[in-house]
C-alpha cells in the first residue's frame, strides 16, 4: 500500500517505536501517530480480533476520522487521544522521522 499523496502533516512527535494509522481513501490518509502495545483482549468492552492490534493513540491528525474499529466510548480519532483502541494490523505503517537538513 503506498502513502503517497497521503493527507498527514510533516509536525511529527518525539516518540519512539511510533507507528502512523492510515484510513484508506482517496488519498489514504494518516489520521493518528501511535504506539503498538501489548495489553489485555478487551477494550470499553470490544474484543482483539486476530486482525487488529491494540494501540495507544500519541497524536491524533485528524479528529473527525473514524475509529476503525470503534467501541461504544470511542467512535471518532478525537476521542482516542491518549487512550487505547485497536486498528486494523494492515493499516499500521512503521513511522520514521523526516531526515535531517545539516
Known sequence: MSIEGSCSTPYHTNYTNQYE???VGEPTCVVAVGRQVERGQTIHGA???AQN???TID???DPHARVLVPTSEIQFMGEALDTFIFWPQTLIMPYFD???VL
Open 21 to 23: 494509522l492510515l484510513v
Open 47 to 49: 474484543s482483539l480480533l
Open 53 to 55: 492490534s491494540h494501540v
Open 59 to 61: 497524536e491524533v491528525r
Open 98 to 100: 523526516p531526515p535531517h
